[in-house]
């Protein structure tokens, strides 16, 4: 008895310590990879460039370093709308009210039945305005050409001699920037804004009236008869009368009226006529400072917020523009950051963030300057718009990030046999036949954590297609590949929409029908919205061994190690699955180290967040909630203690001058703050949500459930798809042990764990083709 007594305690013993040894060894090993530094496709600085310091960093930036932002449209066309129309310092807020009545797709706004919206309403432009002939005009187009040529060649010399950025600069490149042959459709729209603003200069033109002159351009606009099978990789055609409706490479839509100081693109100023305060002030003065309710009892998981991200991107891919040499970023600030670049060296792109003199972090290394270019432009085809912004992702919600968003993109990755695509035993992504991944798909895995449900459609996109494979011999490859992503895309639909991810989260019931009116381009204020992530994000990525064992790494050590989630992929998913959002307070990885340089100093992503609003032309805080329908009547900040406690009201006075100049990602953080026991998003932003979605869905003719869909599924096709939750899902493509039974939401007594062998398989038979 002895005996067994002491085997027993001896195995247990020996148990114990080799489960220590391979928590030991699993700690080890992440140290490890984490220690070899090896980069994976992305790139936050450039290599030092070869050329001179004094090219470089010419003396006398310094001194003419500007203390406010370059207005670099001013330098080229003249510009001075604030001043022509408003004068200094004048109130024009009215003016801007009727220029809200603008809609860049044209002079009819479809207000459909949503709460808080009215009827349809036609718009007409009240202003009367002089007009010009086509032979004038199509001079004007030709100067506006000239006009954008010329500044080309001054940027590119500006780049030549050394104005990029280097490799102690606080900045960030954004992977894909350059996809879909952006820097030609960006020309050209920077064209048509300069049009707009030459018309106006020369002629008197008022700028809305710029639609007009399309017809000058002889172009004819297309329209399709009938749809094709599938739906196309880039969009193109989901609507027949409007074909480029949605489709990659064209321009945002707009929830509110753009707001630009001048109507075509420069930035928008207080309603006072003063420059706007610096974002960073607004990031450490209000938001890091804000009163917020308490959390709800039951706690989203970082999982949702990560498919959050994944679906956001699926729909919305904006870039900064590009510099004119390869792998070259353009600079604003002056060297390590000390200054905003003065005008003469500054590029027309540029938009850095000013920090304040006393900033809590970035004073200690004098960092008065954020990199910050603006965003690449679009006009849709055959129109005339100015100042809007291209979206390289298709707007549809159809997995654009694993297949890709042209054409080019898709073959690459595609095996060409059995439908399958490419994804090498080592990698998480499908991968061109090098084993490199796409750009479009890297952006998304800037943090490591992002690269999870993209790797879980692509390895059910190959399941599929096996599966199918196996009922259907007879099929082709293009026939698989085309079927699986068809039902790759339905499961999506079906768990964001049927499974109710949307409502738990955000309390919105979708369900449209199709609507042929109904432009399912994403709004810029919809990507904005889902900015709101960013807080939600803790600042830690947690790896969680099969035993337990966690290890926690910063978020700013695993930008661009997506050999991260390569050699751990079943602890990233268990890591995501148990850590619950952040509800406390915005993490410093985002605020103050985003891509950090070898000091330690990073971005503020959150400025950037506040000063991308500016530079999409938002419309504010107050005309978002107008456009919803909110109470917006409010005159003075203390009006404002009706929505917002009177801690938060106190802090938006200490910033902005003028209630209507509330940004709106500001304003909105601060319903959302007010709103965290019950719902991920405040009003504003839900009512933006919402909006969006009905398009998504009601302007998709290929969503899942829609009986006039060209290829329609059929009933119980739809029972199988809608069968296969995001538990299913989860199991099937990853080998995590157990998922929470609702898996969105951490594990708890009330939502217990539920082993993945209990999920069944997906039903192929409903798609057997006898
Ligand atoms: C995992 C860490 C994350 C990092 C490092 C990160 C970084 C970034 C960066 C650098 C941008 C572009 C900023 C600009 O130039 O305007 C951006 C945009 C954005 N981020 Fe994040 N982000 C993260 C997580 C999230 C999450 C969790 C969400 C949502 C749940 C989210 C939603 C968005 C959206 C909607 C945009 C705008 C996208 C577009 O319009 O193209 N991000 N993020």
């Known amino acids: 008895m002895k005996l067994l007594l002491i085997a027993i305690c001896l195995s247990v013993l020996a148990f114990v310590s080799h489960a220590d040894e391979r928590q030991n060894s699993f700690h080890q090993n992440v140290q490890n990879l984490l220690k070899s530094r090896q980069q994976h496709g992305l790139q936050y600085h450039h290599s030092a460039s070869d050329l001179n310091e004094h090219y470089k960093y010419p003396s006398q930036a310094e001194p003419g370093a500007a203390n406010s932002l370059p207005n670099s449209r001013d330098r080229w066309i003249g510009v001075k709308m604030s001043a022509k129309l408003y004068g200094p310092g004048k109130k024009h807020i009215r003016l801007l009210g009727e220029n809200q009545q603008q809609n860049n797709k044209g002079n009819e706004i479809n207000k459909e039945s949503y709460p808080g919206s009215e009827s349809t309403e036609t718009i007409s432009n009240s202003r009367k305005s002089p007009t010009c002939s086509c032979t004038k005009f199509l001079s004007i187009f030709n100067d506006a050409r000239t006009i954008t040529s010329m500044r080309r060649v001054n940027e590119r010399n500006l780049q030549a001699s050394g104005f990029i950025m280097q490799d102690d600069d606080i900045g960030y490149t954004e992977p894909g920037a350059n996809l879909i042959n952006s820097g030609a459709e960006n020309r050209n729209a920077e064209t048509i804004t300069t049009v707009a603003g030459l018309l106006r200069d020369r002629e008197d033109i008022d700028v809305n009236s710029i639609l007009n002159y399309a017809k000058c351009l002889h172009c004819r606009n297309l329209t399709l008869t009938s749809h094709s099978k599938y739906r196309s990789i880039d969009g193109f055609g989901n609507n027949l009368k409007n074909p480029f409706w949605g489709t990659s490479g064209t321009p945002f839509s ?73 792998n070259e970023n353009i600079r604003c600030c002056s060297n390590r950051n000390k200054n905003v670049l003065a005008p003469e060296f500054s590029h027309s792109a540029c938009l850095p963030v000013t920090v304040p003199e006393n900033d809590p972090f970035y004073r200690k290394a004098n960092v008065k300057c954020l990199n910050m270019v603006r965003a690449q432009q679009s006009s849709s085809p055959c129109t005339l718009q100015n100042g809007e912004i291209l979206n390289k992702a298709t707007s549809y919600i159809d997995h654009s990030i694993v297949y890709g968003s042209e054409d080019l993109d898709t073959r690459k990755i595609r095996t060409f046999s059995s439908g399958k695509l490419r994804i090498p035993s080592n990698k998480v992504l499908p991968t061109d036949r090098f084993g490199n991944y796409l750009q479009s798909s890297l952006r998304l895995a800037v943090a490591p954590i992002g690269a999870v449900w993209p790797s879980i459609f692509a390895r059910n996109h190959n399941k599929l297609a096996e599966g199918l494979a196996a ?18 895309i339905a499961i999506f639909h079906s768990g964001i ?7 738990t989260i955000f309390k919105k019931r979708i369900n449209e029908t199709y609507k042929e009116n109904f432009d399912a381009s994403t709004s810029l204020e919809f990507s904005t919205a889902y900015r709101i992530g960013h807080f939600y994000l803790q600042p830690e990525m947690l790896l969680i061994d099969e035993t337990g064992t966690t290890e926690k790494v910063p978020h700013s050590e695993t930008l661009g190690r997506l050999d991260l989630v390569e050699n751990y992929f079943e602890a990233t998913v268990r890591g995501l699955l148990q850590q619950p959002v952040n509800y406390l307070n915005y993490s410093e990885e985002i605020f103050n180290r985003f891509a950090k340089n070898k000091d330690g100093m990073g971005l503020d992503l959150l400025s950037i967040d506040i000063q991308r609003g500016r530079d999409h032309g938002l ?32 802090l938006l006075k200490s910033v902005y001058e003028d209630v209507e100049d509330i940004d709106l990602y500001v304003g909105a953080m601060l319903e959302t703050f007010s709103s965290l026991d019950e719902v991920l998003v405040g009003e504003t932003l839900g009512y933006v949500i919402g909006h969006q979605y009905q398009r998504s869905v009601g302007g998709d003719v290929y969503f899942y459930t829609h009986k006039v869909n060209p290829h329609p599924f059929t009933d119980s096709q739809i029972h199988a798809i809608d069968s296969f939750t995001f538990n299913h899902l989860i199991c099937q493509n990853t080998n995590v042990e157990f998922v929470p039974k609702n898996w969105l939401i951490v594990e708890s007594p009330t939502n217990p764990r539920v082993a993945c062998r209990d999920y069944t398989r997906f039903d192929f038979q409903p798609f057997a083709m006898t």
């Open 471 to 488: 009922v259907n011999p007879q099929w082709d490859d293009e026939t698989l590949f085309q079927e699986a992503r068809r039902i790759n």
């Open 619 to 650: 419309p504010t805080f107050l005309d978002a909630r107008r456009k919803s329908g909110f109470k917006a009547d409010f005159k003075t900040f203390d009006d404002l203690t009706e929505i917002f406690p009177q801690h938060n009201v106190e």
């Open 254 to 326: 707009r929830f509110g009226a753009k707001a630009y100081e001048d109507g075509i693109h420069s930035i928008r100023k207080s309603v006072m006529g003063n420059d706007l305060p610096s974002p960073r002030k607004i990031v450490t003065k209000v938001l890091l400072q804000a009163q917020k309710a308490n959390p709800p009892t039951q706690t989203p998981n970082t999982l949702i917020n990560m498919l959050v991200l994944y679906l956001t991107h699926d729909m919305a891919f904006q870039a900064p523009i590009e510099g004119s040499y390869d």
């Open 497 to 503: 929409f049927s499974g109710r991810i949307i409502e």
